[in-house]
């Protein structure tokens, strides 16, 4: 009787150790690895195809010239040197990237400013790289030059009042406050003074303004032209200084 109990209690033990033995071994765990895709080599342009106009115009945005009273002298003193030699090659080179276009001038201007000022400044409103070459050559008449500056926050405020034209403070309100705008004072040989209009520095590149107060609130200027976006009008242009 007790031989049979304990073959009984036994069975159970003696199975579990059968099926123990014919499972299969667990393989060890191993880390997974993945390939490390390397991103395809940029195509080379095929016969026939050109740069976007959008990176055209990210390349002139880079100018060679600080962003400071001294870059500005260094290129206004280029551009003069270019325009003695007739180097043409070389004043185009210097005047096209200064021709006002949009992305750059909205970093030197607030949002109401981008909005209601800049379309009335860039593409086809904006000054003619032919104009930009009359200016320049009726500044090289001048015996010296100096560059001024003053914030957009201190033209609103009417502090430095000789670093700029007086007129710019009717724009004030559309101007970043922590942003540069620079003049030319241009002393000819008979001591007299001119004075161009004003020059900013933003986005990497330097822009030269043609008269921005035309259209500030309420000027008569802003119904004789479209904003840029809409249409490719200009107001008739007016006498060089």
Request: charged share 25%.
């Given at each position: ?5 304990l ?18 071994p ?34 002139e ?10 870059g500005?002298?260094q ?16 004043i ?16 030197a ?6 909005r ?6 860039v ?10 070459r ?40 559309w101007?970043?406050?922590?942003v ?7 002393r000819g ?23 921005p ?27 060089a200084?």
């Amino acid at each position: 009787m007790r031989a049979t109990l304990l073959s009984l209690l036994l069975l159970p033990m003696l199975a579990c150790t059968r099926g123990s033995e014919r499972r299969a071994p667990v393989p060890p765990l191993r880390a997974r690895t993945e390939a490390v895709r390397t991103p395809p080599a940029p195509q080379p342009l095929l016969t026939g195809e050109t740069p976007t106009q959008e990176i055209i115009e990210r390349i002139e945005e880079t100018s060679e010239f600080a962003g400071n009273e001294a870059g500005l002298t260094q290129l206004v003193s280029a551009l003069f040197a270019a325009i003695r030699a007739e180097d043409s090659a070389r004043i185009e080179s210097l005047l096209g990237p200064v021709r006002a276009r949009r992305s750059p001038l909205l970093l030197a201007m607030t949002f109401e400013g981008g909005r209601t000022l800049v379309p009335y400044l860039v593409g086809p409103n904006a000054t003619a790289n032919s104009e930009l070459r009359v200016i320049a050559r009726r500044w090289t008449a001048a015996a010296s030059f100096a560059v001024t500056a003053a914030t957009g926050a201190e033209i609103a405020r009417g502090e430095r009042a000789g670093a700029y034209d007086p007129a710019m403070r009717r724009i004030s309100a559309w101007l970043r406050e922590g942003v540069r705008f620079y003049r030319l004072t241009l002393r000819g040989a008979d001591g007299q003074v001119t004075y161009s209009d004003p020059w900013v520095y933003a986005g990497g590149r330097w822009m030269f303004l043609r008269e921005p107060w035309r259209f500030a609130p309420e000027s008569p200027d802003r119904t004789t032209v479209i904003p840029t976006p809409t249409a490719a009008s200009r107001i008739p242009p007016r006498s060089a200084r």
